[in-house]
């Protein structure tokens, strides 16, 4: 008669195929963690930077002050700007005279952990040719974004925080990720 075998893996196996899992767990998990942290980043620096083309864009077109400001009731029927308040915690644009504006966008607050630094009172606002109407003295707005990685270099001297500024007549934001860029900016994350 033939000898019976049993099919199967033994108990090494599996746990030589267990240990080589939790290596390469051990090794992705901190790179996807930072991966994912760089996307949040990316995308609440372009939601931001799409909200000042549009308050730009609005003003021109429309021929009516423009503004983009901080909301603490960006979602109500009828939000409004919170003087002193954070754009992180959400904002509007409106165009138009005080007293009745009309809301063309309206963003919800930043992903947790991103924290938002700015050198300007309250708002940024853009007069009907699109030109910056409210820049502090050098004639800027800057916005430094920051998350719990702070000032770490996320590669490639590519900072974790980003620093966007509107600098000149032309009100348009340019974005700066270097490291020694971020970390001129403001005081740096």
Not at 38 to 64: F, G, K, P, Q, Y
Not at 117 to 133: C, E, H, K, M, Y
Request: aromatic share 4%; glycine share 10%; proline share 5%.
């Amino acid at each position: 008669m033939g000898k019976m075998h049993a099919e199967g893996v033994t108990l090494i196996e599996l746990l030589v195929t267990l240990a080589v899992v939790a290596v390469i767990v051990a090794a992705g998990v901190p790179a996807l963690r930072d991966f994912l942290a760089t996307n949040r980043m990316s995308a609440a620096v372009n939601d931001l930077v799409t909200s000042i083309h549009l308050a730009r864009s609005e003003a021109i077109t429309r021929e009516a002050p423009t503004t983009l400001c901080p909301s603490a009731n960006w979602d109500s029927p009828a939000p409004t700007c919170n003087p002193g308040g954070n754009l992180a915690d959400g904002w509007i644009v409106l165009v138009g005279r005080v007293g009745s504006p009309i809301v063309v966008q309206r963003h919800e607050p930043l992903s947790n952990g991103i924290a938002l630094a700015r050198d300007f009172v309250d708002s940024i606002d853009f007069s009907t040719n699109g030109l910056p109407a409210n820049a502090n003295a050098a004639g800027e707005f800057n916005l430094l974004l920051c998350d719990d990685r702070g000032d770490h270099d996320a590669g490639g001297g590519v900072a974790a925080g980003r620093w966007i500024n509107l600098r000149g007549r032309a009100g348009r934001p340019r974005i700066y990720r270097q490291r020694a860029d971020v970390q001129s900016s403001l005081g740096g994350c």
